[in-house]
């Protein structure tokens, strides 16, 4: 059964640093893996969207990255800013199902 | 991108009535939709996977006779919650992809559900 789990669980963080979102997964037979956002009370927004063939997606201050044969994606954000605070999910699709990941909450003070 | 709609947003009701939630994909025909559950501070629960024209598929411990879900056309899926209980109070989200579930999912906005 393929589990997924996020590191650190929450995150508190000065504007304009850099910061590294992990995620790890059980199951390396994987078809993709997506980074998601959520904010409070909200649906979630996807921001990147890596197929098992590829390593890296980027999209403006965010660089997602995925090794999967150790099981890891790492969603590094550039210069944050309080408009950063919000909740990061990561899930991975083996099945024709998204496994979601347990989110780390970040906020980002100015 | 992809728009997925949920009616209502939110949803406040009393124990032992039935709420239903509906999920549309506006611009594109969703062969599968999903349907999570989301308790504060967690992440998200797949509940059940609804093919247009068949029978939902429940993951392991979701009550198929409590979440009762219907897909019957390519835009619209619903997920009524009968006889609800405080416990049932959640945050209910949908997601729609085209052809099958191993195409990229879009995500409604989601259902805030309070049972009093």
């Known amino acids: 059964k393929q589990e997924v789990t996020q590191i650190p669980a929450a995150l508190s963080v000065p504007e304009g640093e850099n910061l590294v979102l992990n995620c790890s997964f059980t199951d390396s037979a994987i078809y993709n893996l997506q980074w998601f956002r959520q904010d409070p009370g909200k649906g979630l927004t996807s921001l990147l969207l890596i197929q098992s063939s590829q390593r890296e997606q980027t999209s403006g201050r965010l660089n997602a990255s995925l090794d999967k044969s150790s099981g890891r994606s790492t969603l590094y954000i550039a210069a944050s800013q309080p408009g950063d605070s919000a909740t990061y999910l990561c899930a991975v699709r083996n099945t024709d199902k998204l496994i979601f990941g347990t989110g780390t909450r970040l906020q980002v003070f100015p | 991108g992809a728009v997925v709609s949920q009616h209502p947003s939110w949803v406040i009701c009393k124990s032992g009535t039935s709420v239903k939630i509906e999920c549309r994909s506006l611009?594109?025909?969703?062969?599968?939709m999903f349907w999570y559950r989301q308790f504060p501070k967690q992440s998200l629960m797949l509940m059940a996977t609804s093919n247009e024209g068949s029978k939902a598929t429940y993951e392991q411990g979701v009550e198929k006779d409590k979440f009762l879900i219907n897909h019957a056309s390519l835009t619209l899926s619903t997920l009524t919650v009968t006889s609800a209980h405080p416990e049932d109070s959640s945050f209910y989200i949908c997601?729609?992809?085209?052809?099958?579930?191993?195409?990229?999912?879009?995500f409604g906005p989601g259902t805030r559900l309070t049972v009093l």
């Open positions: 611009d594109f025909q969703a062969t599968t």
């Open positions: 997601s729609a992809g085209e052809g099958t579930g191993y195409n990229e999912q879009f």
